[in-house]
């Protein structure tokens, strides 16, 4: 059984453009989380989407956005890009909420 | 705030030895979690522990649960240089919440 995928692994972008990541969660899972893990820190919680929809959403502006697809896998879009912004971003999937998350090896995002 | 704390941030131990981390947490719980990531990657679930459980046991390791205390502890027994990542300890209060991640504890092997 394939695990969580994320994509890309590495993106690189410059400051004011936009990046969009890509997640696919374990099959059968409906819940997509999004995460952003700057150097050497935890894990901020970004974003929860749960059946296509957002449940949840951690403290960060509104250019941080993402959608969950009808098959489930979701996209986190980061417009506007700041250099703080560089950071290694996790996604994980579980089969309902406060059930253990699996969790794919994550996009590290650049910002030149 | 923060719901998990893990305690201490960082901890070498020699090869062999037990290691143990603690993870303090401010609210009521549903369950609380703890998570492996070696350098850079993915998260990967070791334990998880309901509210209503005080021990639990998978091969080398030990988590207790504290309620009363809202603190939670990992002990590695008999650690390997491959046990060498960051420990976090996760919970969730409910269904309909987020799950919170504390800041980690990153553990070390000596050879």
């Known amino acids: 059984e394939a695990g969580v995928t994320q994509s890309p692994t590495h993106l690189i972008k410059t400051r004011g453009q936009q990046a969009t990541l890509r997640c696919s969660p374990i099959s059968g899972h409906t819940s997509v989380y999004w995460y952003q893990q700057a150097l050497g820190l935890g894990l901020q919680f970004l974003l929860w989407y749960d059946e296509g929809e957002e449940r949840n959403r951690g403290n960060f502006p509104p250019r941080f956005s993402g959608r969950q697809f009808p098959n489930y896998s979701s996209e986190l879009n980061v417009n506007a890009l700041e250099l703080e912004d560089s950071a290694l971003y996790l996604c994980?999937?579980?089969?309902?909420?406060?059930?253990?998350?699996?969790f794919g090896a994550g996009t590290r995002l650049s910002v030149l | 705030s923060q719901q998990g704390e893990e305690d201490p941030q960082a901890l070498s131990i020699q090869e062999g030895e037990n290691a143990t981390m603690n993870c303090s947490y401010k609210?009521?719980?549903?369950?609380l979690q703890w998570y492996r990531q070696n350098s850079g990657r993915g998260l990967v679930h070791l334990i998880l522990?309901?509210?209503?459980?005080r021990e639990k046991h998978s091969g080398r390791l030990r988590v207790t649960l504290d309620t009363s205390k809202k603190s939670s502890s990992l002990l590695i027994t008999a650690s390997r240089a491959a046990d060498t990542a960051s420990y976090f300890c996760a919970t969730g209060q409910n269904r309909d919440d987020k799950i919170i991640f504390g800041k980690g504890t990153r553990l070390h092997i000596l050879p």
């Open positions: 994980a999937s579980s089969f309902v909420n406060l059930n253990i998350q699996y």
């Open positions: 609210t009521s719980i549903n369950n």
């Open positions: 522990i309901r509210s209503n459980e």
